[in-house]
T-cell receptor, first 112, second 116 residues
Framework: AQTVTQSQPEMSVQEAETVTLSCTYD???????LFWYKQPPSRQMILVIR??????QNATENRFSVNFQKAAKSFSLKISDSQLGDTAMYFC?????????FGAGTRLTVKP | EPEVTQTPSHQVTQMGQEVILRCVPI?????FYWYRQILGQKVEFLVS????????KSEIFDDQFSVERPDGSNFTLKIRSTKLEDSAMYFC??????????????FGPGTRLTVL
């Protein structure tokens, strides 16, 4: 069974600084998909960034980028120039078929 | 911008009662999902639904659970006889047509179910 581990339950960062959230996963599959979702307080989850396992190039979306290390089964999220609106729970997720497996989440607080 | 909506936002029920959680997916989406998140725990997949049938379900989705698309817009999750451990936030999600798991899933705001 695929498992997703986020080892940092909480993190904080100063506004405008860079922060990296870690995620590791376990799978025997060679082709799969990885996602980072953001869940602001009392709001729904939204997709931040996604990565296909067969693509070696790391995905980038504006201030968000990933460091995908397939051999190490690691998929970290880097947030550059952190903004107050980035304060949220961040979930790493793995998907091979129809279902999505989520990590436990990292609560990120951006401090002014 | 189109959104997934869910009603009610909070449902309180007595143990043993049946509850129906409702979702309206984004109108041109064809794949639908339910997830749950027990307080303080991770989001867990329950079921996926396509073409009026279940595509995949997790071990959590036992005989107490059922899903239905009763009309062209709603997607429901029914829990037949609720247990205390069913208390959780339930999220509905939908995605566009296509077999690729790469398709983005759009999540609703969730229904908080409290079983007393």
């Amino acid at each position: 069974a695929q498992t997703v581990t986020q080892s940092q339950p909480e993190m904080s960062v100063q506004e405008a600084e860079t922060v990296t959230l870690s995620c590791t996963y376990d799978t025997s599959e060679s082709n799969y998909y990885l996602f980072w979702y953001k869940q602001p307080p009392s709001r729904q989850m939204i997709l931040v960034i996604r990565q296909e396992a067969y693509k070696q190039q790391n995905a980038t979306e504006n201030r968000f980028s990933v460091n995908f290390q397939k051999a190490a089964k690691s998929f970290s999220l880097k947030i550059s120039d952190s903004q107050l609106g980035d304060t949220a729970m961040y979930f790493c997720a793995f998907r091979e078929g129809y279902d999505m497996r989520f990590g436990a989440g990292t609560r990120l607080t951006v401090k002014p | 911008e189109p959104e997934v909506t869910q009603t009610p936002s909070h449902q309180v029920t007595q143990m043993g009662q049946e509850v129906i959680l409702r979702c309206v997916p984004i109108s041109n989406h064809l794949y639908f999902y339910w997830y749950r998140q027990i307080l303080g725990q991770k989001v867990e997949f329950l079921v996926s639904f396509y073409n009026n049938e279940i595509s995949e379900k997790s071990e959590i989705f036992d005989d107490q659970f059922s899903v239905e698309r009763p009309d062209g817009s709603n997607f429901t999750l029914k829990i037949r006889s609720t247990k205390l451990e069913d208390s959780a936030m339930y999220f509905c999600a939908s995605s566009t047509a296509g077999q690729s798991p790469y398709n983005e899933q759009f999540f609703g705001p969730g229904t908080r179910l409290t079983v007393l």
